[in-house]
Structures are given as C-alpha cells and as structure tokens.
C-alpha cells in the first residue's frame, strides 16, 4: 500500500515513522525542510496539566502522549543517535494575586479529584523550591508530571529515524489532492501526478489551503507565537513557569525558552516589538534574574489553530484521505498518539481513544 503524508513536521514526520514500521511504502512530501514551520518553533513543553481547563477528551488524549513520551523518546534516540533531550523537569504555574491563587486552587482540586498529581504551593513553599522564582509570587499549582522536549532535536531524530525505516522525504509543493470517482488517489506535486492508496494531510497552519483536503479556513487557521531565547551559565530555575500566556522553559544547559503570543495574524511570522516585550515582560516577572541574561535568538511560528481548540483527526471527506492537523498549542506533545492513533486507524484497527471528538467534519 503507498502511503503519501503531505507535510513533514512533527505530525506527518512521526505518522510516517509509526507507519514504516507496517511495512507500509511511505512518502512525506514537504515543500521546505523537516519541520522548517510550527514543529521547531515550539517551546517543546509536554504539558497537559498546565494547558488543561477541565476534563475532557483532550486532556484524556494528552495524557496518554504524555505517558507515550518517555519510551518513544528512548526509541528515537536509540534509532537515530540524535538524544532528543527529553527532561522531567515539571512544572509551576504561578500565581501573582489572591484571586490567582484562588483560581489555582480551583484547578488543583479539579486536577486531584481526576486522578492527577498536582498540589498547591504557597508563594514561600515556591521560593524553597525555585529560589530565583518572583519574590511577588503568591502561589503556584504544581504539576511534577508536565516535562519537556527540544524540538529541534526531536525533528531531527524523527526525520532520522523515518529515514531509516524506509520512508522516503522528496521536496516539492502539494498544489491539491487528485480525486478519481469520489475518492482521493494522490497528489499534485509541483504539477506532476503522484499516486497513493492513502493521503495523509498534516500540512499545519496550511492544511486548509490545500484544494481537495475540504478544511475550511474557518475552522483551521494560524495562529502566531512569538518567542525568544536567552542564554544565562547556569539554569535559573529547574521548574517550567507558566502564568497566563507567559512562560520560562529551561533547558539543561542554561538556555531558557520563553513564550508567547497568541495572535490570530494570519500568515504573517513577523516576531514584533510589541510581541517581543511582552515576551520578555512575562519572563522576567517570572524569574527576574532573566533580567540580566543573554538574549540568544527570536522567532515566531504559526500554530495550527482550531475553532473548539481541538484537533482534526481521522477520515477525511472522500475515501482515501486522512487529516492530522490542527494540534494548535500542542502538537509537540500529541505526535506520539497522534502518530499511534493514524497507524490504528490505517491498519484498519479500533482507535485506543474515542476519535469522535476530533473528527475533522465535526464543524459542519
Ligand atoms: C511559538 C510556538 C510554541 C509552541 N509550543 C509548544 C509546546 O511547548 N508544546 C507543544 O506540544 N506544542 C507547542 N506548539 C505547537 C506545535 O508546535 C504544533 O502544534 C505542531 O508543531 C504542529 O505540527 P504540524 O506538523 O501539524 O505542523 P508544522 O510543523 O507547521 O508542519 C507542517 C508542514 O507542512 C508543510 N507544508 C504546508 N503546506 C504544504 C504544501 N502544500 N506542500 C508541501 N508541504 C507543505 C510546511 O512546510 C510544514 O513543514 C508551539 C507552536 C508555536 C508556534
């Protein structure tokens, strides 16, 4: 069976792994390079309890890509030498004010009472823990499972390990899906047929641009994220810290990830003088030692953002097609159950979730 993936960032990168592996004969086919778009613009935070307001069927499918994280991650570095940097560093999201702190309390409750590790901490509990944390801070719900990846590095151990595997990378643009009596049977490539039993869309912010996918751009739109790094000798702090869109993700070697902007910008990847101070507002009230750090590097990226902030998986609109996109805010950390959600659904076995939720046609 020829399986064709247009798109190769982390979502059609990891399918096409998971897919290798069924000894399918596999094609991404990505108009740039490996996750040249979303996938290396992320902070990389496996965090589905920093990201959860309530329960529901995504916190349910980011806890299991959560769980899938640690041996996947062995599994690629095994596979493809590249060490993707997975850190169990855990995660604080802070509390500036009372009404904060009641906020958080509420969500820890929540959290407790659907099996979850979190606790609540007092703003002096937080300095014992990170004492480069905001003296202004007056609590923090902590969350010891929400880890974190580099992105980077997990791109390149996936292509890596994709390649070996058998799948095949060509570069070119999918200018529309060929449909033959109601179904879908390939792409156009750059003007040249190109033939599959199954497309796969996981084309991000763009996979409603592309003629055949049937997405309207209503529904799945980019959504922009500004970003910068700073270097400092040491990590300032071990925790992410999160309050609001603000964010600090320290990495191992004393770089520090911060985010972020939520901006429905269009196609537009400018990184701005209001997105950069904001940026850097929220992380240095987070940890003001960043004051005084090196700033390494910024950028912006565009998230595949939905109108239920939900993903669009599963069948697509004629027989054929599959659509894996619109993982917003989370792709990074949904690839893994993405990827093992698709190969179910390709060899034709029942979904381990519900996909119901996520049908791509669910907008109507
Ligand atoms: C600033 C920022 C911070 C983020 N932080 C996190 C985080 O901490 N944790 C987390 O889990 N997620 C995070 N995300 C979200 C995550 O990055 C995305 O959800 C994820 O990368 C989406 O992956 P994707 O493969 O669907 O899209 P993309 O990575 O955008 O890949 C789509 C690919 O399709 C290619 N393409 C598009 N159209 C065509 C075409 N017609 N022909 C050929 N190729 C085409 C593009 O070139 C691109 O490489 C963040 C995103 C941003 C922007």
């Known amino acids: 069976m020829k399986v064709v993936i247009v798109g190769g960032g982390v979502m059609g990168t990891a399918i096409a792994c998971e897919l290798a592996q069924s000894k399918l004969d596999v094609t991404v086919l990505e108009r740039s390079i490996p996750g040249a778009e979303a996938s290396t613009a992320a902070a990389g935070m496996l965090a589905p309890q ?32 590249v060490d993707v940097a997975y850190l169990e560093s855990g995660a ?16 820890v409750a929540w959290q407790q009472a659907a099996g979850l590790r979190a606790s609540l901490l007092t703003g002096a509990e937080v300095r014992a823990l990170e004492p480069n944390a905001a003296p202004e801070i007056e609590a923090a719900a902590h969350f010891p499972d929400d880890h974190q990846v580099d992105p980077k590095k ?31 049977d390939g792409v156009d490539l750059d ?86 101070s904001t940026v850097l507002a929220q992380a240095t009230r987070a ?28 069948p697509g609109s004629q027989p054929g097609l599959l659509i894996a996109s619109g993982h917003y805010r989370n792709g990074i950390l949904l690839a893994p159950i993405t990827a093992k959600l698709v190969g179910q659904l390709v060899r034709g076995e029942r979904t381990s979730i519900d996909l119901a939720p996520f049908r791509p046609q669910r907008f109507g």
């Not at 604080?92 to 969500?107: F, K, N, P, V």
């Not at 390990?161 to 009596?181: D, E, H, I, P, W």
């Not at 270097?231 to 993700?249: E, F, N, Q, S, W």
């Not at 003001?288 to 599963?314: C, I, N, Q, S, Y």
């Open 50 to 81: 920093l990201e959860a307001q309530a329960p529901g069927p995504m916190l349910e499918l980011s806890m299991r890509s959560r769980g899938l994280y640690p041996s996947w991650a062995k599994t690629l570095a095994a596979e493809s030498g």
């Open 92 to 107: 604080l999201q802070l509390g500036y004010s009372d009404a904060h702190a009641h906020e958080l309390e509420a969500t």
């Open 154 to 184: 997990l791109m390149q151990a996936l292509s890596l390990a994709a390649a070996k595997r058998g799948v095949t990378f060509k570069t070119g643009y999918v200018r529309g899906l060929l449909q033959t009596s109601g179904k879908v």
């Open 191 to 276: 003007g040249e047929a190109l033939k599959a039993d199954l497309t796969i869309v996981a084309a991000g912010s763009w996979s409603s641009l592309i003629p055949g996918a049937a997405i309207d751009p209503k529904h799945l739109k980019p959504a922009r994220g500004q970003m910068v790094e700073l270097v400092l000798r040491l990590p300032p702090v071990k925790h992410i810290l999160k309050a609001g869109l603000g964010y600090v993700v320290p990495r191992a070697d004393g770089h520090v990830i911060c985010g972020t902007t939520v901006e429905l910008a269009g196609y537009d990847k400018r990184v701005t003088a209001e997105g950069l």
């Open 287 to 314: 940890c003001p030692m960043l004051k005084d750090a090196t700033v390494e590097h910024f950028w912006a990226g565009l998230r595949p953002w939905t109108e239920d902030a939900l993903p669009m998986l599963g």
